[in-house]
């Protein structure tokens, strides 16, 4: 049977009696949509390629890390090398005798790095006459990316770096003798 130009398949079926009579119906073969296989093969194509695209993801998260480090490390070393020609020569955290309020050498790293020194290296908060130098770096220690960690080993003692290694401890690593910063988080030790 044409129907304008077209031709179309059609079945007769049978259907209950209805009111003492048969009825023909007819039913179009060419119904639209997807069968069962043709949405099963999409979704395995589409499970490959989250398995290939997923682990790419997961590779640009490091490198993202790894380059938010390395701009970490470059600001503080920049901050670091600051201090040190305003400050006589003497890398920040490097003291032979603690002031009030501060335990470690650390605590006054971070304070002689985030506040207003002296020529000494004595931090306050607020700018004078005589603590006019910094602060080096205004939001305070970054976090290191890899571990989550803002806080900072101060080595005093260490001159030959050749043996000295990160020990994931904390977020940063400095030695005072040698104005050295790196990565404390057991891996990126050598940025």
């Given at each position: 049977m044409k129907k304008n130009n077209q031709t179309t398949k059609e079945s007769t079926t049978l259907?209950?009696?209805?009111g003492g009579t048969k009825k023909m119906v007819k039913k179009a073969r060419n119904q639209k949509g997807f069968t069962?296989?043709?949405?099963?093969?999409?979704?395995?194509i589409l499970a490959i390629l989250a398995g290939v695209v997923i682990p790419q993801f997961s590779s640009s998260s490091d490198e993202a890390k790894l380059s938010v480090l390395q701009s970490d490390l470059a600001t503080m070393r920049g901050a670091v090398e600051l201090y040190y020609h305003q400050h006589n020569s003497?890398?920040?955290?490097?003291?032979t005798s603690n002031y009030a309020g501060h335990a470690t050498n650390a605590e006054w790293l971070v304070d002689q790095l985030t506040l207003y020194t002296d020529i000494d290296g004595e931090a306050v908060a607020t700018k004078d006459a005589t603590h006019k130098y910094g602060p080096y770096?205004?939001?305070g220690v970054p976090v290191?990316?890899?571990n989550d960690l803002n806080?900072?080993?101060?080595?005093?003692?260490?001159t030959d770096l050749t043996a000295a290694a990160a020990d994931g401890g904390e977020g940063w690593k400095f030695y005072t003798k040698t104005g050295q910063l790196f990565?404390?988080?057991?891996?990126?030790d050598t940025y």
């Open positions: 259907t209950a009696k209805k069962l296989v043709e949405i099963l093969i999409v979704v395995i003497t890398y920040p955290g490097d003291v770096i205004k939001k290191n990316p890899f806080t900072v080993d101060v080595d005093n003692v260490t990565a404390d988080d057991g891996a990126h």
